[in-house]
């Protein structure tokens, strides 16, 4: 068997917690039904705007719940400073914009490196796996490494959005080229965004994937696996 790791994003937890302001569903039994049922990490991203994961759901995940947590931040001074009090067991960089519903693509790896790579040195030092969110390109990778990225997170929105077989065959190849280029650099390699139950096992394949993180498509999956036993919980107290 391959010793492929699953991430599971939960953001979409908070998301419908925050939409009542309510206590549930509450991310840290969240993060339980997912380590004991065979995730092997809690992800979190905690956004600028804290639309839908709260620093609070980061502090008492960390504390409450036994296990791997994974943060999501953008390269800010803000964010440096919450993982180092925080101390998730690793991290990874991503870009960030006011107005987008989701991570649009990995980050733009030209031009001036340096406030990147001074967090991704700082975090990486004091023991936080730093990995960075990029598209499958030679250059962002080598880029990433250069700036001290332990692991790369490759972007894998441009496969999962691309539509026919012989497009989506254009873009794991992508991906498969950028893992073996990962790997040759000896560093860590997940990949991620936007992978489903349609579109997943080709890239669980690819050789030397550390971790897969996925976040949407099991958080709606897991509204349809679990209304039917909900509706009924409640009929049945009804009676
Ligand atoms: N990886 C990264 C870096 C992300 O930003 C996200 C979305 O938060 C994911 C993976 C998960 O993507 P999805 O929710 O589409 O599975």
Redesign the pocket.
């Known amino acids: 068997m391959r010793n492929i790791k699953l991430?599971v994003?939960i953001?979409?937890i908070a998301t419908l917690r925050n939409a009542r302001n309510e206590k549930n569903p509450d991310t840290v039994e969240a993060s339980r039904v997912v380590l004991s049922s065979g995730g092997d990490m809690v992800?979190m991203?905690l956004r600028g705007d804290r639309r839908h994961i709260k620093d609070s759901d980061l502090e008492r995940v960390r504390q409450e719940v036994k296990g791997i947590v994974h943060l999501?931040m953008a390269a800010t001074a803000e964010m440096e400073k919450i993982a180092l009090r925080v101390r998730p067991d690793s991290v990874?960089i991503?870009p960030e914009s006011a107005h987008e519903l989701?991570?649009q693509g990995g980050l733009k790896m030209t031009g001036k490196l340096s406030d990147l790579e001074k967090i991704t040195r700082n975090l990486s030092k004091s023991g936080i796996e730093v990995?960075l969110?990029v598209d499958p390109e030679p250059q962002a990778i080598r880029a990433a490494h250069n700036i001290g990225a332990d692991s790369i997170?490759l972007?894998?929105?441009a496969y999962?959005e691309s539509w026919g077989k012989k497009l989506q065959a254009k873009e794991l190849e992508k991906l498969q080229l950028a893992s073996f280029l990962v790997k040759e650099l000896k560093m860590g390699l997940?990949?991620?965004?936007?992978?489903?139950y349609y579109n997943v096992v080709a890239v669980a394949r690819i050789e030397g994937m550390d971790y897969l993180?996925?976040?949407?498509?099991?958080?709606s999956k897991a509204v349809f696996v679990g209304l039917k036993n909900a509706v009924a919980e409640m009929k049945r107290l009804m009676q």
């Not at 997940?190 to 489903?196: F, I, P, V």
């Not at 993180?213 to 958080?219: F, K, T």
């Open positions: 991430g994003n953001d979409h992800v991203h999501e990874c991503v989701t991570t990995s969110f997170e972007c894998t929105s999962s997940h990949a991620g965004h936007g992978l489903d993180n996925i976040g949407y498509s099991i958080i």
